[in-house]
Nanobody, 129 residues
């Protein structure tokens, strides 16, 4: 069974840190660009960050730039999202998506409709004092 599983969410105080992990089972992440999305209560899902297949290109939403860092360890079949200086507005369910993009150098189009892609079920992040 092909699936992604997010982990590492939890309750943290403002200014704190969390590291999310996205693990793949049943397939190898080497062939996929990865995106992190989040959805806050009552809001639409929004893109947070992404990383290209080769790990060279990364992108971030303006609201998290300088605070979040995405990385990947293909040997472990894992992608991480390090989140520092967390704010209450970072609260939401965080999802990862793996997209089998043909271009190893980009991730901005993840996920692309019509292309092979897998979503995880999400992990809750709550930033509150």
């Amino acid at each position: 069974q092909l699936q992604l599983v997010e982990s590492g969410g939890g309750l943290v105080q403002p200014g704190g840190s969390l590291r999310l992990s996205c693990a793949a089972s049943g397939f190898t992440l080497d062939y996929y660009a990865i995106g992190w999305y989040r959805q806050a209560p009552g809001k639409e899902r929004e893109g947070v960050s992404c990383i290209s297949k080769n790990g060279i290109m990364t992108e971030y939403a303006g609201s998290v730039k300088g605070r979040f860092t995405i990385s990947r360890d293909n040997a472990k079949n894992l992608v991480y999202l390090q989140m520092n200086s967390l704010k209450s507005e970072d609260t939401g369910v965080y999802y990862c998506v793996a997209d089998r993009t043909p271009n190893p150098y980009i991730c901005s189009d993840v996920p692309q409709e019509g292309r092979e892609a897998y979503w995880g079920l999400g992990t809750q992040v709550t930033v509150s004092s």
